[in-house]
């Protein structure tokens, strides 16, 4: 699903330079879920931002879905982000003024799907993660779980084959965390990629594999359970 | 996605509406200058006679008779008494007038009512139809009454009223200085903006009140009020002369001449003419300068005596400037509210909208705010021409001068598309420039 090859992200301020990626390499299956732990400033969220076609990288190769991205346009890239790649944020990073329903229609906007087909994804996705009943409320009169399952349901909306989750459950309690964390899973269960940061290793421990990165690269790789994977039984026996 | 993009430039409208009013109001006043003043050019600049122009010609011939003439540009800007009437003879053109203006006494019907002054145009009949002159009641009189004279008169819609009562005055007499006249026809509402008729003496006049045939010049002795110019001096015992005979000797060059030439066929014979008509004259020992004739056109004439003020174009160029200044202001205002708002083009920038789409979206909120503010700022120019309206004057029935037409309504939308992109360009160009990742770290 997703394979980096030698890849380099510098940051540059003035004369300073900072290598935020070294040599970067990996590769994700199709289906698989894998967290990302590291100390902050590690290089977690430059390899999310680079993941998801969000920010350039001076060195190196990158393919996505079977496609070389290292070097497309604004447009191709935009496309691919709206089509493969569904991104979860601490923040929710929904748009406070739009209400549920509008905020997870934007990617299914930029796609230019026609009124009825956008309905339809819009609420089948809120009822999956549980809103139809909050779809014209505004961001602030939800919660902090709610913001988060109307980031989730957008994402669903847009069927992509990545999520990336930068610390979803960062901003909730432990129970809401939970709830995140098994609405994800269902999701990774019926096929979509997820690659999520996070510093619970309790949540590290739910993917099939975690990986650690340390100043910019790839310092452990550990294998949790076996993919495929029966994941019930794998899941417990892990945790 | 216009749709879209307008209802998400709506809400951020109404999400500062503090910084929305600012810059609509930045540019209703920049937009209702600029349409004020441009308005006032395209009313002064606009065709005159709509549909003739094209073949209304001014005529002029250098019948100067001094080797120094004070007209530097060309010939004498107008004609002697004795060359109009033999040039109207000639039947070259499909129609000819030729006019002056004077003031004259009139005596109401009435004979308790105070007799008063009122201007007056001596014409020859074709005047009407050459310059499309609307009438109420009645309308021109024959060409034959040209030949007499007759004592025939078209007067004013508003003379009319003032001497009978608003009632239809064909038909009725009223005294002109020592004679009473018939009126035969009684003008509509007209207040053309430039008096294509009198491009030389007072172009941005009012139309005279009474029209009269040109032949009574000799016969009521009728002084011209407007300019006249002459190279000669009376000769002895010319004063004791009739006063006829003493315009065609005086050379006094007072007359202006219109004729209609519909093709370039008539315009090379009428062309032709006048020089048989001038090396004739020149036989006579007349015309000893140099030979100019000039058969111009309505809108060439406009141009070369400059009848639209300078002042009116410079106050229109101005007022664009104004309108972009005021635009490039916005800028600074635009681009605080966008950036204050860069995490929400971040997550859009995730979701999947290009640099371009960002663009087109920030651009279409300028473009709101620039019609929202166009269209406040076409109310202010409707108060900025009702106050040029005052200043100038209205026509003789109350017709507003400088009116807001279709043409400068839609250039008025232009003007506000104009400084929506003018202020939001670079702004939204600001916005969609900055890599998605550092919009989504500011969050």
Known sequence: ?239 | MLLYNLRLAWKSVRRHPVLSTLIVLGIALGVGVSTTFITAYHVLASDPVPGKSGVLHYVRMNSWGLPDSPFRDGPPPQLAYRDVREILKSGVPARSTASFPSRMTVFPPNAKEQPFRESVRLITSDFFPMFNVPFRYGGPWDRSADAKPEAVAVISSALNDRLFGGRNGVGRTFRLDDRDFRVVGVLDRWRPRVRAYDMVVDPLGEPEAVFVPLEWAGPMEVSPTGSQSTWRSPEPGEEDLPFIDRLVLGEVLFIQLWVELPDQARVAAFESYLDSYVAEQKKLGRFPNKPDNRVTPVLDLMTELRVVPPQTKALAAISLLFLVVAALNLIGLFLGKFLARASIVGVRRALGASRWTIFVQHLVECELMGLVGGSLGVLLSLGGLAILNRVYGDGPDGVAFFQLDVPMVFAAIALSLAAGAIAGIYPAWRICAIPPARHLKNQ
Do not use: C
């Not at chain 1, 590769?27 to 920010?55: A, M, Q, R, Y």
């Not at chain 1, 990617?107 to 009943?133: C, D, F, N």
């Not at chain 1, 999701?187 to 421990?205: D, K, L």
């Open chain 1, 1 to 239: 699903m997703l394979k980096m090859d030698n890849v380099t992200k510098i940051y540059r301020m003035g004369m300073v330079e900072t290598r935020a990626l070294r040599d970067f390499s990996l590769e994700v299956e199709e289906g698989e879920f894998v967290t990302i732990t590291g100390p902050s400033g590690s290089g977690k969220t430059t390899f999310l931002n680079v993941s998801g076609l969000l920010d350039a990288f001076e060195q190196g190769h990158y393919w996505l879905d079977g496609m070389d991205v290292s070097r497309l346009s604004d447009r191709e890239m935009s496309r691919v982000r709206n089509e493969k790649i569904g991104f979860i944020f601490q923040s929710f990073n929904l748009i406070p003024d739009l209400d549920v329903f509008d905020n997870v229609d934007v990617p299914l906007r930029y796609r230019r799907l026609g009124a009825r087909e956008r309905k339809e994804r819009i609420e089948r996705a809120v009822a999956q993660v549980g809103l139809s009943s909050r779809l014209r409320h505004l961001p602030s009169q939800l919660s902090g779980g709610q913001q988060q399952r109307v980031a989730i349901a957008r994402v669903l909306a847009g069927d992509p084959k990545l999520i990336l989750a930068d610390e979803p459950t960062g901003n909730l309690d432990s129970g809401m965390a939970r709830e995140i964390m098994d609405i994800l899973e269902q999701v990774n269960e019926s096929g979509t990629t997820i690659i999520m940061v996070t510093h619970n290793p309790e949540h590290a421990a739910r993917a099939h594999r975690q990986l650690h990165i340390a100043d910019g690269r790839m310092v452990d790789l550990e294998r949790i359970a076996p993919f495929p994977l029966n994941r019930p039984e794998s899941r417990q026996a892990a945790s």
